[in-house]
């Protein structure tokens, strides 16, 4: 017996024949037992409080949207059921992700006009005031539009609503926006730009049936390509931004989805969209504000005193740039997250053709506003703004017929209009 008591219990170590090894092995029993309780403690945590044992997301993701889900109860799905029923011949009905944001609040506007079924959904969080989400909820609601409490990261939700509504098509505008405040939150963008996509792609691809996606992706994909106008054949891989390379993995992300699930998908490269119910981290928007009370504004400029310009192009035009996108999207060709066919994959440059240097968008509001800027001309920092946009929208022309029709003069008009409907003569912060 003596030989087995001294073979190694694992290589390289010798039993030891200690005093201490009657002590050590109650302190271990004890230890085990110790950790098999906080063990069991942590599932018994992660079972009860996540919406969703599925989710993709991890658990800190998921429980921070359940924060923001506020959902069932008949009224809950009576609500959503009569907001989603389509009210004319041949309308579709679409869920409007990020319908309390700008382009969204439009969108969603303009297809309950036409008498789509529209259901909205937001988080309401606060990347900006979020009063000004809650003033565009309200003006939705008006229409007749219902905007659902909730986060796209949340699958649980997500499976909820289509349970409850059958949409033929997601217009899917919820996102991390914004080029420099990539550089404060990186991981804002990835949690709603990345996560959040693939989140709601799962969810579609279960559907039955699938319905069609159209998603906003954006003009900094192009990042640092000099050849203008930027085309969709175009190089996409020298993203400037974290948020344009989040933007760019969508794009990838929805190749994915289309090829493996037969998701209809088409992506919009939104270029620097403005008007009434704008975003305020934008220049145009808090240019408007600065000016009116007097502060100095920063305007941005190239190596070499180079001009900085961007292809401004007016929310109306992207408006119909989206229904026109919506109502030429084939369906999807899955079916129990199972691809049938090949599926539509379709990319396209929303913008206006027709760049313009900051320093103008600066000159035309000060004569809308009948007050001088005080300008600060200041190098282009390095924080993901590239110096100029162009699109070429001669695909989207021919596809869905895409035509802006809104130069920057006469949409900036509409855009001060509503600023100072909206918040007075300046005083009251925007
Ligand atoms: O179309 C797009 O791809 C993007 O358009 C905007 O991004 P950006 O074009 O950078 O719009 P702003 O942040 O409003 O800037 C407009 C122009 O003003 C310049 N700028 C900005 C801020 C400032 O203080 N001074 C200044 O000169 C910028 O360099 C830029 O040329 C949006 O913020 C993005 O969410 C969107 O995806």
Not at 185 to 204: D, F, K, Q, R, T
Not at 234 to 252: H, M, V
Not at 362 to 368: G, H, M, N, Q
Request: net charge positive; hydrophobic share 35%.
């Amino acid at each position: 017996m003596k030989h087995i008591d001294n073979i190694p219990s694992t290589p390289g170590k010798l039993k030891e024949k200690s005093p201490y090894n009657r002590l050590r092995l109650y302190f271990s029993v004890a230890k085990l037992t110790f950790w098999s309780f906080v063990f069991l403690g942590l599932i018994f945590v992660c079972f009860f409080r996540s919406p969703s044992s599925s989710s993709p997301a991890g658990s800190d993701l998921s429980r921070r949207s359940l924060r923001t889900s506020s959902y069932d109860g008949p009224a809950w799905e009576k609500r959503i059921k009569s907001s989603a029923k389509v009210r004319s011949r041949n309308g579709i009905s679409v869920l409007v992700t990020g319908a309390a944001g700008f382009v969204g609040t439009h969108v969603s506007a303009a297809l309950k006009r036409r008498g789509d079924g529209v259901v909205g959904l937001d988080n309401f969080n606060d990347y900006y005031d979020p009063s000004l989400k809650r003033a565009r909820q309200s003006l939705l609601e008006h229409a007749g539009v219902y905007i659902v409490e909730g986060d796209i990261n949340d699958v649980t939700f997500l499976k909820k609503l289509f349970d409850v509504a059958q949409f033929s098509h997601v217009m899917h505008l919820a996102a991390q926006a914004g080029v420099r405040y990539a550089m404060e939150n990186p991981s804002s963008y990835v949690h709603s730009n990345i996560a959040g996509l693939v989140n709601l792609l799962e969810v579609c691809k279960n559907a039955n049936p699938q319905p069609a996606i159209v998603w906003a992706s954006s003009s900094s994909v192009y990042g640092m390509n000099i050849k203008v106008p930027f085309s969709e054949m175009d190089r996409t891989d020298q993203p400037a931004s974290l948020y344009a390379a989040t933007k760019k993995a969508g794009e990838e992300i929805a190749h994915t989805y289309n090829h493996i699930y037969g998701l209809s998908l088409t992506g919009l490269r939104f270029f620097t969209v403005y008007g009434p119910w704008g975003r305020p981290d934008m220049a145009y928007f808090f240019f408007t504000r600065d000016i009116l009370k007097g502060q100095s504004i920063s305007i941005f400029e190239a190596a070499n005193h180079g001009t900085v310009a961007r292809d401004f192009t007016y929310i109306d035009d992207i408006v119909k740039g989206c229904l026109g996108a919506l109502d030429t999207a084939e369906e999807s060709t899955g079916s129990g997250g199972k691809k049938k066919g090949p599926a539509q994959l379709r990319m396209f440059n929303l913008g206006n053709t027709s760049p313009v240097p900051v320093s103008d968008l600066v000159s035309i509001l000060e004569r809308l506003l009948k007050v001088k800027a005080k300008r600060s001309v200041m190098k282009l920092p390095r924080n993901g703004d590239v110096p100029f946009t162009h699109a070429n929208i001669s695909f989207a022309q021919r596809e869905l017929g895409y035509k802006p029709t809104t130069d920057l003069q006469t949409g900036l008009k509409k855009f001060v209009r509503w600023y100072i409907s909206y918040y007075g003569d300046g005083k009251k912060s925007a």
